[in-house]
């Protein structure tokens, strides 16, 4: 379990100084797939650094199962880093890449040697051990990169953007096999990315951070459904954004009228809104056609453009006070009667299923 | 046919000639050098005849072995301190954030590269005498400490661009994987530096092998490398031994040369 307790990082000094990590406080549990998520320049690879100990925290602390580790040098961390641009020893063949971290630690040149073996068929890379690292592939690289931070077996796995160089299919088929390697090594990892699709399908958990804060974290399900803020509605997926007031509350859910008309039943954000103007996030699949201006219907638009996408179609309403609503329907063969360009329709969105966001 | 378009040097009128006659003026000296080192006869202008006896003459002549003695070693010697040196001197003005000051500390490392050199001879000369005044030690390692000085900033420079060109995440990756600073130097750096550390030696190797000035000025009584026994010959009789001693450090520089130029090889 890694608890790092408000930590801040403030490069530089006077008026150059910049803040990279703002207060930021969160818990990464054991054997969990946790993502730092977020663009570029909002501080997670900051934190990861400071977790692997090539930075020290300005203030707060980082402790590894109770034991406080902001005083430890990288060396003495149990914790290994797959860099963004793998960073293998050129001088050295695969199999002493991956050996380099036990032999660091003294082991017996048996275990070494066993320990390799291992890793090569973990990452079934085996036939290319006694390979130059300049003579393999980049998804090759990757692997090795892999294989060697993995050997020592660290309590915590750190990884940097480790995809971000490698193309669509084998990204695709790297996304997996991380996966399956934190399944069967039981060890915590640690992933930054600034790819959300790559987030979702592979985290546990995923902290969204933005301008060197985190701003929610939760289970892939939680953020992309129940988005806390603006920013994480909008960084993750589309999302619709509707304004309006508290017009009640009723249990975990809030009743909002919106300014465009019509009312909302949506849920509550964790940590109260700030006022009683606020905004509500409306995922496009989440929304549906029914006749405009009826009982059921939750707002009314016109449909301003169709776009098919093959196993969706997207269309793109104007509500009735100009504000854009985008709805995406899946292209099941039994689907009822389409919007077409021009018509006036109402959107129904069940209750609950929206969600109020703090800001 | 595509032509790249704009100016093209090779295309301008006069360009092979002025070429030729550029190889021609540095090299024909050379060769002539070269070829009067195997003259049968005394003279360095009239070709009497191939032979070996310059080399044989010069390789029974004591003097010549003392100072080609005194060069291999103060050459060796000089280029191990300087390089030493240069290595410490690039880490740490390559390893570490910008700082204010680094143009200054980059033009005093090479200053001698900057300094006339006769000026750095002086200079030297000036300094030895008040420390020979004071500790009344009139040796030979005056010469050694000059060498060793002059060649650092010849050792730096290779050094310093292999360093500077060198991922930085490699060392943190090392250490990332348990080993301590000394043992990430020793098992990344160091190898990865090798190169550099190899170049800049033969660099100062040669420099050291081939100074004249600051030897000269700085040299005990009766103290002589190889270039100032040749210096001082040319004052006296002239004959082809001259040629064959720099036909020989001809030979080393140029096989220096050679392995500097595959070692850059393998490292592309």
Not at chain 1, 34 to 58: D, E, Q, V, Y
Not at chain 1, 60 to 81: C, H, I, W
Request: charged share 20%; hydrophobic share 45%.
């Amino acid at each position: 379990m890694i608890e790092i307790d408000s930590v801040s990082k403030v490069f530089g000094s006077g008026a150059t100084a910049f803040t990279a990590l703002n207060d930021v406080s969160v818990t990464i549990r054991e054997n969990e797939f946790f993502t730092l998520l977020g663009p570029s320049g909002c501080g997670k690879t900051t934190l990861l650094r400071t977790i692997a100990g090539f930075n020290a925290p300005s203030s707060g602390s980082v402790r590894l199962d109770g034991e406080d580790l902001v005083a430890l040098p990288p060396y003495k961390r149990p914790v290994n880093t797959v860099f963004q641009n793998y960073a293998l020893f050129p001088h050295m063949t695969v199999a002493e890449n991956i050996g380099f971290g036990l032999d660091m630690l003294n082991r017996p040149k048996s275990e070494i040697k066993a320990t390799v073996a291992e890793m090569l068929e973990l990452v079934q890379m085996t036939p290319m051990a006694d390979r130059r690292t300049s003579e393999i592939s980049g998804g090759q690289q990757q692997r090795v990169a892999l294989a060697r931070a993995l050997a020592p077996r660290p309590k915590v796995l750190l990884l940097d953007e480790p995809l971000s160089a490698l193309d669509y299919k084998l990204r695709k088929g790297m996304q997996v096999e991380l996966k399956r390697l934190q399944n069967e090594t039981g060890i915590t990892f640690v992933f930054v990315t600034h790819d959300q699709e790559e987030a979702l399908s592979m985290s546990d958990r995923i902290a969204v951070m933005s301008n060197s804060r985190i701003l929610q974290v939760g289970s892939p399900h939680d953020i992309y459904d129940h988005p806390a803020e603006r920013f994480v509605a909008e960084f993750i997926g589309e999302t619709n954004f509707l304004t309006g007031k508290i017009a009640g509350q009723e249990g975990e859910t809030l009743r909002v009228a919106l300014d465009v008309g019509g009312e909302i039943i949506a849920r509550q954000p964790p940590g109260d809104p700030a006022g009683q103007a606020v905004t509500v996030a409306v995922r496009p699949e989440h929304a549906h056609f029914c006749a405009p201006d009826s009982a059921e219907a939750t707002v009314t638009g016109e449909v301003s453009n169709v776009v098919y996408l093959g196993t969706d179609t997207h269309f793109h309403l104007v509500l009735s006070d100009g504000t854009p609503f985008a709805l995406r329907l899946q292209n099941t063969p039994e689907r009822a009667a389409d919007a077409k360009l021009g018509d006036r329709v109402g959107i129904r969105v069940a209750p609950g299923v929206a969600q109020v966001l703090r800001d | 046919m595509a032509e790249p378009k704009g100016f093209n040097v090779k295309k301008q009128h006069g360009f092979t000639t002025i070429a030729v006659l550029c190889f021609l003026l540095l090299y024909t000296p050379i060769i002539l050098l070269v070829l009067y080192s195997f003259n049968a006869g005394t003279s360095i202008a009239i070709w009497e005849g191939f032979s070996w006896r310059w080399y044989i003459s010069t390789w029974g002549n004591e003097q010549v072995k003392e100072a080609a003695l005194l060069s291999l070693w103060l050459a060796i010697v000089s280029s191990a301190v300087a390089t030493s040196v240069a290595v410490l001197a690039a880490l740490a003005t390559t390893r570490r954030a910008p700082y204010k000051g680094q143009t200054v500390v980059f033009a005093i490392i090479n200053q001698p590269l900057m300094v006339p050199e006769i000026v750095t001879a002086v200079a030297l000369l000036i300094f030895f005498a008040l420390i020979k005044n004071y500790t009344g030690y009139t040796g030979g390692a005056y010469l050694f400490i000059a060498h060793s000085a002059f060649c650092v900033p010849f050792a730096y420079m290779p050094i310093r661009a292999r360093l500077q060109g060198m991922d930085l995440t490699l060392e943190q990756a090392a250490s990332d994987l348990y080993g301590t600073p000394l043992r990430v130097f020793r098992k990344v750096t160091l190898p990865l530096l090798w190169p550099g550390i190899l170049a800049g030696a033969m660099l100062a190797f040669v420099i050291s092998l081939d100074d004249v000035v600051i030897t000269e000025f700085v040299k005990a009584a009766g103290q002589d490398t190889l270039p100032t026994y040749m210096l001082g010959q040319l004052r006296r009789v002239v004959t082809p031994e001259v040629n064959a001693i720099s036909t020989v450090l001809l030979a080393i520089s140029v096989t220096m040369v050679i392995v500097y130029f595959i070692l850059n090889q393998r490292k592309n």
